[in-house]
C-alpha cells in the first residue's frame, strides 16, 4: 500500500523559501505513468494544485506560483520529491499536500500524504 | 473555473444529496473527479472519469454529468458523510479545484 508523508519546517520567515520533502513507502517515484504533485490548502480554505512532476524531470506549475515553485526529483533516491517556494508571504501559510498524480486515462489524484501545515511568520 | 453550489448544506442523516459542480469551459468526462475531505485529514477520492467509483467507496456515492455540468449524489447520507466535498478538473497540464460543497449535520 502506497503511502505518502510530508515533511519540513512548520514556519518558514517572510522572504525566505519554503523547502518540504515528500516521502513515499511501499512505491517508487519511478513507477511508470505516474506523476506526484503538490497540492495546497490555505486555514479553512479551498485546494490548489502547485505542480506536477514526472520523475524524467518534466515539471508543470500553476502559472500564478511559476515565478516561484521548484519541483524536482533526485531519482538516486526515488522515494523523495521535494517542493521548493521561494519569497514567501503571509499568504503562502497553508496546509502542504504531496499527491500522487495519474493523468490519463482518468485524471485523479489516488493517493494523499497527511498534509503538513506551513506558517508564514517572522 | 469550477463553481460548486451549494456552498454549505444542511441534512439530516437519510437524507438525498445532489452536490452541483459547474465549469466555465466544456471538461472531458474523463477529466473530472469528486473527493471528501474531513476535518484536519487529506482529501479522499471518491469518483473519477465522472461517474467511476474510486477504490473501496459506497455505492451510494455516485457522479454523472457531461460537458459543462456535473453531479455528486449521496442516496443517503450516512453519518460519516457529512464533510466538503470537492470537484476536480484536468486541463493539461494544469489541475482545478472547486470551492467545495460543505454537507453539514443539520
Known amino acids: 500500500q502506497l503511502q505518502l508523508q510530508e515533511s519540513g519546517p512548520g514556519l518558514v520567515k517572510p522572504s525566505e523559501t519554503l523547502s518540504l520533502t515528500c516521502t513515499l513507502s511501499g512505491g517508487s517515484i519511478t513507477s511508470s505513468g505516474y506523476y506526484w504533485g503538490w497540492i495546497r490548502q490555505p486555514p479553512g480554505k479551498g485546494l490548489e494544485w502547485i505542480g506536477t512532476?514526472?520523475?524524467?524531470?518534466?515539471?508543470?506549475y500553476n502559472s500564478s506560483l511559476k515565478s516561484r515553485v521548484t519541483i524536482s526529483v533526485d531519482t538516486s533516491k526515488d522515494h523523495f520529491f521535494s517542493l521548493k517556494l521561494t519569497s514567501v508571504t503571509a499568504a503562502d501559510t497553508a496546509v502542504y499536500y504531496c499527491?500522487?498524480?495519474?493523468?490519463?486515462?482518468?485524471?485523479?489524484?489516488?493517493?494523499w500524504g497527511q498534509g503538513t501545515l506551513v506558517t508564514v511568520s517572522s | 473555473v469550477l463553481t460548486q453550489s451549494p456552498g454549505t448544506l444542511s441534512l439530516s442523516p437519510g437524507e438525498r444529496v445532489i452536490l452541483s459542480c459547474r465549469a466555465s469551459q466544456s471538461v472531458s468526462s474523463n477529466y473530472l473527479a469528486w473527493y471528501q475531505q474531513k476535518p484536519g485529514q487529506a482529501p479522499r477520492l471518491l469518483i473519477y472519469g465522472a461517474s467511476s467509483r474510486a477504490t473501496g467507496i459506497p455505492d451510494r456515492f455516485s457522479g454523472s454529468g457531461s460537458g459543462t455540468d456535473f453531479t455528486l449524489i449521496i442516496s443517503r447520507l450516512e453519518p460519516e458523510d457529512f464533510a466538503v466535498y470537492y470537484c476536480?478538473?484536468?486541463?493539461?497540464?494544469?489541475?482545478?479545484f472547486g470551492q467545495g460543497t460543505k454537507v453539514e449535520i443539520k
Open positions: 499527491a500522487r498524480v495519474v493523468p490519463e486515462p482518468a485524471a485523479l489524484l489516488d493517493y
Open positions: 476536480q478538473q484536468y486541463d493539461p497540464p494544469a489541475w482545478t
Open positions: 512532476m514526472y520523475y524524467t524531470g518534466t515539471t508543470y
